[in-house]
């Protein structure tokens, strides 16, 4: 699994990327051998302008599945980050029950 942490207007500071490593460890625990990258955007929306605008993008790539992409906003960082990797994980998740559903319905030998 490739992760990718790009922090555009914003500082990654040590105690948020701590964070941010260890709810992607959560989220993608029980499916990470199958995702094949993960890209995670930060974002200070308004600057220093403030009010609610620190998003969160995780997009996620499994092969042979299309690409899982989340945005969430909200007024704190650490918040933004919990809500878009806890949506992804429930999006690769049903993505990837999805796929082994319909490889156990194929009948076998034809």
Do not use: W
Request: glycine share 6%; hydrophobic share 40%.
């Amino acid at each position: 699994m490739d992760v990718q942490m790009v922090a555009q207007e914003f500082a990654l500071t040590p105690s948020l990327r701590e964070h941010l490593e260890h709810r992607l460890r959560l989220a993608f625990a029980r499916t990470r051998n199958r995702i094949g990258r993960i890209v995670v955007r930060l974002r200070d929306l308004n600057g220093p302008r403030g009010g609610r605008d620190m998003m969160c993008q995780v997009s996620v790539s499994i092969p042979g599945r299309p690409e899982v992409v989340i945005h969430e906003v909200q007024e704190d960082m650490y918040n933004a980050i919990d809500f878009a990797f806890k949506r992804a994980a429930y999006r690769v998740m049903r993505l990837v029950t999805r796929k082994r559903e319909v490889q156990r319905e194929m009948p076998q030998g034809e």
